[in-house]
Nanobody, 120 residues
Framework: QVQLVESGGGLVQPGGSLRLSCAVSGISFSLTAMGWYRQAPGKERETVATISNFSKTTTYADSVKGRFTIARDNPKNTVYLQMNNLKPEDTAIYYC?????????????WGQGTQVTVSS
């Protein structure tokens, strides 16, 4: 059974840091490119960062470049998002899922996400 379980969100002041984790089960994790996505109230879901199956390639949204770092631990079936210098506009629910591509044209069922709120 496919399962994505995000954790690590919370309330943080501007300039603060959080580390999100996503435990993945039910897929061949080490063979699958993964991504972090976020959705703020009233906005479309956007891709925050992606990472290839063996961490050789990472991509970032322009809005988070230099502040966020995506990483993965294949033996633990876990993908991480280190978020530094957080800004109020980073407030959203954060989700992990596969990276869409020719061999994976559809997202897995979404997990519950983890809420990140950046506010003073």
């Amino acid at each position: 059974q496919v399962q994505l379980v995000e954790s690590g969100g919370g309330l943080v002041q501007p300039g603060g840091s959080l580390r999100l984790s996503c435990a993945v089960s039910g897929i061949s994790f080490s063979l699958t490119a993964m991504g972090w996505y976020r959705q703020a109230p009233g906005k479309e879901r956007e891709t925050v960062a992606t990472i290839s199956n063996f961490s050789k390639t990472t991509t970032y949204a322009d809005s988070v470049k230099g502040r966020f770092t995506i990483a993965r631990d294949n033996p633990k079936n876990t993908v991480y998002l280190q978020m530094n210098n957080l800004k109020p506009e980073d407030t959203a629910i954060y989700y992990c899922n596969i990276k869409i591509g020719p061999s994976r044209p559809q997202f897995l069922p979404w997990g519950q996400g983890t809420q990140v709120t950046v506010s003073s």
